[in-house]
């Protein structure tokens, strides 16, 4: 796009930088939109000022730092059938043994790294295609948005887990990169329509309209003018999308319906549900990996708190009008 310099050139009184250009024709300048880089600040910021989501953070980094470094923290091997049957907790091992002579503890941190590998491949895949059907869907209109409303529709009217446990059943022994496609193909159609709707208020702006004007492609519109604006609700969907993949995944391994031979959180209920851990007293090997579903779900949870008060921002005008309210109570008083 031609334009021209502004009055005065670089040396003209009030200018700072060098010389302003105006568009020729009076066609505003390309601006993407609003800068990803500023919502990153306000998600950091909303992070450290929030209690809950700098919790969920920390316990975030520690499971993280767990499946990256298991070495560090168990030095048995967790498949290893060496160590005796159902023994209590000792110095040896922490948590005890399985009716399978096998390390509670290596077991559970072992296990760390195949639920981090699915809730973040689901969350990412998850968003990823939301984010495309629902932003095209929106933006191009007409029969694009009727068929890929379609799908989104026929996907949200089948109760999600049912419909894991019927694909599960067809693919049972499923290792983690199946488990990570089948609870993708079954996640993302709530996520587009969020996101569809967001786009759908964005549709008529003013830079969206001057970038129309501009000729530039649709393709460029979407993924550099209306995608960085929606950068807090990418990640509070990533986020929700990770929580329902542990939960999703878990569940089909306690059932059965993942991988027995591999070592994750889920399976490990599995096998101490088929040996009747509670029955026999080893309460450690069902509840210490339920504890550790449970924190990491908190931990995404946590944090998709501090993210919806960035995507939804009447929320923190009424926590300024409670504690402006209150501050006026104590100084009246």
């Known amino acids: 796009m031609a334009t021209i310099e502004a009055p005065g050139g670089p040396g003209a009184p009030g200018q ?16 993407g939109g609003i800068s990803g880089a500023r919502s990153l600040r306000r998600m950091a910021r909303a992070i450290t000022a929030n209690r809950k989501a700098t919790v969920g953070m920390m316990l975030l980094v520690v499971f993280c730092f767990v499946a990256l470094f298991p070495g560090l923290l168990a030095h048995d091997s967790p498949t290893a059938e060496i160590y005796g049957r159902s023994l209590g907790p000792s110095a040896q091992h922490l948590l005890g043994t ?9 077991q559970v941190i072992y296990g760390a790294r ?53 694909i599960g059943s067809y693919l049972h022994g499923a290792t983690t990169g199946v488990m990570i496609a089948v609870i993708t193909f079954v996640s993302w159609s709530y996520t587009a329509r969020q996101l569809r709707s967001q786009a759908l208020s964005l549709r008529r702006r003013e830079f969206l309209e001057a970038a129309r004007v501009r000729g530039e492609r649709s393709l460029y519109i979407i993924l550099v003018e209306i995608i960085p604006t929606m950068t807090s609700l990418l990640v509070a969907s990533f986020l929700t999308n990770a929580l329902y993949a542990v939960l999703f995944s878990s569940s089909l391994q306690f059932i059965g ?29 069902i509840v210490v990996p ?30 300024r009008r409670r504690a402006s309210g209150a501050t006026r109570v104590t100084n009246a008083g």
């Open 290 to 319: 339920g504890l550790c579903i449970v924190a990491l779900g908190a931990a995404f949870a946590l944090l998709n708190y501090a993210f919806d008060e960035i995507g939804n921002p009447a929320l923190r005008p009424m926590r």
């Open 98 to 106: 399985t009716a399978f002579e096998q390390d509670i503890f290596a």
């Open 16 to 31: 700072v930088g060098g010389p302003a250009l105006v568009p020729v024709g009076g066609l505003p300048a390309p601006r």
């Open 114 to 166: 195949p639920v981090l590998l699915i809730a973040f491949g689901v969350g990412i895949g998850a968003t990823f295609i939301a984010m495309l059907i629902g932003v095209a869907a929106a933006y191009l209109g007409g029969v694009w948005d009727g068929v890929l409303n379609l799908v989104t529709d026929v996907l949200l009217v089948i109760p999600a887990f049912p419909l894991l446990i019927v």
């Open 257 to 285: 319906l993942g991988d027995p031979s591999t070592v994750s959180w889920g399976t490990m209920l599995y096998w101490a549900e088929n040996a009747e851990a509670f029955q026999s007293g080893q309460v450690l090997w």
